[in-house]
């Protein structure tokens, strides 16, 4: 199975900040990576498929990068509604794994 | 609308049974894999088990195989999870998700209903 490992598991930023969540596949995964989030009490929402493609709906502050082994979330202005917590996932191969989630909180 | 309705959640002792029920609307079911992702308490997302839109190829988790049977009725635009030789660590909290294939082949679960807790205790 690929193993996703998530850094930072948490970090504490205030509104406004910049904010980069990594993501890094124990293999090659080409681009099938996807950023979801998660609010508590919450079924997680697709934010970024395949790297780097916005989801419909989703602001343009949040982006994607990457490729391969390693990849990047990131916030560009952090929001009041953007505290959550943030999965990568590959869809490389089967199965289908997350990793173990990136808590963003209100500094 | 575009949503998932989950239901069949509930607490079994170790050993029993129960089975999941996911009802789909708002979308053509039948062109999509589905997909059942579970998440214990304070933890975090597991992909479950996943069927292909003519129910012809289904794939599971290591733990659950040989236990956990994904099935669907497209007449019902719904899709199953029956769970059997239950055990305290499949306590979690199971969503259906639709399977999104996007650019360059790429899949994703778009479509995540509410969720069902199941707890497995004596």
């Known amino acids: 199975d690929i193993q996703m490992t998530q850094s930072p598991s948490s970090l504490s930023a205030s509104v406004g900040d910049r904010v980069t969540i990594t993501c890094r596949a124990s293999q090659s995964i080409s681009i099938y990576l996807n950023w979801y989030h998660q609010k508590p009490g919450k079924a997680p929402k697709l934010l970024i498929s395949?790297?780097?493609h916005l989801q419909s709906g989703v602001p343009s502050r949040f982006s994607g990068s990457g490729s391969g082994t390693d990849f990047t979330l990131t916030i560009s202005s952090l929001q009041p509604e953007d505290f959550a917590t943030y999965y990568c996932q590959q869809t490389y191969s089967i199965p289908p794994t997350f990793g173990q989630g990136t808590k963003v909180e209100i500094k | 609308e575009v949503q998932l309705v989950e239901s069949g959640g509930g607490l079994v002792q170790p050993g029993g049974s129960l089975r999941l029920s996911c009802e789909a609307s708002?979308?053509?079911?039948?062109?999509?894999?589905m997909t059942w992702v579970r998440q214990g308490p304070g933890k975090g997302l597991e992909w479950v088990a996943n069927i292909k839109e003519d129910g012809s190829a289904r794939y599971y988790v290591d733990s659950v195989k040989g236990r956990f049977t994904i099935s669907r009725d497209d007449a019902k635009d719904s899709v199953y999870l029956q769970m059997n030789t239950l055990r305290a660590d499949d306590t979690a909290v199971y969503y259906c998700?639709?399977?999104?294939?996007?650019?360059?082949?790429?899949?994703?679960?778009?479509?995540w209903g509410q969720g069902t807790m199941v707890t497995v205790s004596p």
């Open positions: 708002g979308f053509t079911f039948s062109r999509h894999w």
């Open positions: 395949a790297a780097s």
């Open positions: 998700a639709r399977v999104f294939r996007g650019v360059f082949a790429s899949d994703a679960f778009d479509i």
